[in-house]
């Protein structure tokens, strides 16, 4: 099947592709890497009168530090978040997700701020912004504000961005002398979408974990930030018991539903083991120098 025909702009600035949207009168959709919308238009799911290209906005790209805090251009694309040595060092967690994100050739053309506009919540970098307590950085045709992942991620690719709105840059809190992260997904081959994924960020002290941030994928119409599993690990040794415990508490922040491929309760049981895993590594002190495969 091929696209509806439409027109085609491509916007030099973000105030272009504002009076583009305008002109559009909203009957539009923003192009960034085309990871997901070109197949999207291809299978007719959108046909839009006009496709305005963001792609070459320069104000959108750009990985950079100030202060305690790491700044993502939200045109970066996937395959910069593998090899940029600023995300290795400043955002690890992105670093350690990137390998699970689709294949080669859709990370050299998808972008980090593509994915999470989008918000499909089988994705990895969604999720991870919420591991990571980011704040997302918005331009619309009335002006500038930012806005937590936390909150962000509304229901099935429904999130805080208002129409017209365009996601600039996420910022990311840089990872801390006593900062651990550990991140893995379960799928049936690899590159496919995780029947279950997760992601942690925790601050130690010596052998405690003072406290933790923890992400699943793949659960839910959305990004799921596990808040009872963290309240069971905080201040705590990960014991084989604590760990236990947030295995346990996970009931309160998962409802996973039934699918064609997976029950509800297997992709539960799949979390739980995903959660053990990950907490018993980030319970070592050497999980940070544990290789990530690409």
């Known amino acids: ?156 690719f429904d999130t805080g961005l208002e129409p017209g709105e365009i996601l600039v840059a996420i910022h990311i809190p840089v990872f801390g002398a006593n900062d651990r992260c550990v991140f893995h997904e379960l799928a049936r081959r690899r590159g496919d979408y995780a029947v279950v994924g997760s992601g942690i960020q925790g601050t130690f002290d010596g052998d405690r974990l003072l406290s933790a941030r923890i992400a699943f994928l793949s659960v839910a119409s959305t990004p799921v930030r596990a808040r009872h599993a ?13 760990i236990a415990a947030a295995q346990a508490a996970l009931s309160e922040d998962l409802d996973p539903e039934d699918n064609e491929e997976t029950s509800a309760a297997m992709r539960m049981h799949l979390a739980r083991v995903l959660l053990g895993r990950l907490l018993g590594q980030l319970g070592r002190a050497d999980c940070m120098h544990e290789g990530v495969h690409a």
Not at 33 to 40: D, E, M, T
Not at 59 to 65: E, W, Y
Not at 230 to 242: C, D, F, K, M, T
Request: aromatic share 6%.
């Open 1 to 156: 099947m091929k696209a509806r025909a439409f027109k085609y702009v491509r916007a030099e600035t973000v105030e272009a592709a504002f009076d583009a949207y305008a002109e559009a009168d909203g009957d539009c959709v923003y192009l960034a890497g085309g990871q997901s919308l070109v197949p999207s238009l291809s299978l007719r799911l959108q046909a839009p009168a006009v496709l305005i290209d963001i792609s070459r906005i320069e104000a959108l790209t750009g990985i950079s530090k100030s202060g305690d805090v790491l700044r993502v251009g939200a045109l970066t694309r996937h395959a910069e978040m593998l090899t940029s040595p600023e995300i290795a060092r400043h955002a690890p967690l992105l670093r350690r997700a990137a390998p699970y994100v689709a294949h080669p050739a859709i990370r050299n053309k998808g972008t980090f701020g593509g994915t999470i506009a989008l918000a499909d919540p089988a994705a990895e970098f969604p999720a991870m912004t919420l591991a990571l307590d980011a704040e997302f950085e918005i331009a619309g045709p009335d002006g500038r504000r930012t806005m937590k992942a936390d909150g962000f991620f509304r229901d099935l």
């Open 230 to 242: 963290e309240a069971a690990i905080a201040n705590q040794v990960l014991s084989p018991e604590v």
